[in-house]
């Protein structure tokens, strides 16, 4: 069972890069890696995954070093509506039968965007 | 994009009665779903996994006979908190992926806000 270690807040300034560092020292061959971001009471929506070295998407990049064992979210020039709680999330939900493995969230991380 | 959707996305019941939350998936079949919990200032806990025409999964810790949970069709699966009480007051959040396979990409309602008095 990968347990998953965020820094529980961060404060940045519009136009700033933000970088989110997650922790996975157990994570599995099969899993992958996922971030979300979360607003309050609201579901997560979905950020960015990857399994090795670097993904790149429309809105962020996420750096995942050779031994895995933690994982980068790097969000390029934030504004205040990216202030919100970002998860990352670690496991892989191949189904046999009838079960997945236990796909563990990380505590979160508050960022807080400043005008 | 694939859109899941819940109802209700707020109950407010007595204790001791059964609320019924539902889960959709509105423009994909979902093959499996996955139930969360979150209590304020907390992180998403996941509950339970469910495929469709199967019993769910549940995650240690979690009563099955409280929790449950059908999975009757490919877009819609409900969890029912079965005679609730106040500490079962939490948000709950479904999610659905289209596929069985591997790393699919978890498609996130947004939540039910369950209060019980």
């Known amino acids: 069972l990968a347990k998953t270690t965020q820094p529980i807040s961060m404060d940045s300034y519009e136009g700033q890069e933000v970088n989110i560092t997650c922790s996975h020292n157990?994570?599995?061959?099969?899993?992958?890696i996922t971030w979300y971001q979360q607003f309050p009471s609201q579901g997560p929506r979905f950020i960015i995954q990857?399994?090795?070295t670097k993904v790149t998407n429309e809105v962020a990049s996420l750096f995942i070093p050779a031994d895995r064992k933690s994982s980068t979210l790097s969000l390029p020039r934030v504004s205040l509506s990216d202030t919100a709680v970002y998860y990352c999330l670690v496991g892989d939900w191949v189904v046999s039968s009838g079960s997945a493995r236990q796909l563990t969230f990380g505590s979160g991380t508050q960022l807080t965007v400043l005008p | 994009g694939a859109v899941v959707s819940q109802h209700p996305s707020w109950v407010i019941c007595k204790s001791g009665t059964s609320v019924k939350i539902e889960c959709r998936s509105l423009d994909f079949q979902a093959t499996t779903m996955f139930w969360y919990r979150q209590f304020p200032k907390q992180s998403l806990m996941l509950m339970a996994t469910s495929n469709e025409g199967s019993k769910a999964t549940y995650e240690q810790g979690v009563e099955k006979d409280k929790f449950l949970i059908n999975h009757a069709s490919l877009t819609l699966s409900t969890l029912t908190v079965t005679s609730a009480h106040p500490e079962d007051s939490s948000f709950y959040i479904c999610?659905?992926?289209?596929?069985?396979?591997?790393?699919?990409?978890?498609?996130f309602g947004p939540g039910t806000r369950l209060t019980v008095l």
């Open positions: 157990n994570i599995a061959t099969n899993d992958y």
């Open positions: 999610s659905a992926t289209s596929s069985g396979g591997a790393y699919n990409e978890q498609f």
């Open positions: 990857g399994y090795k």
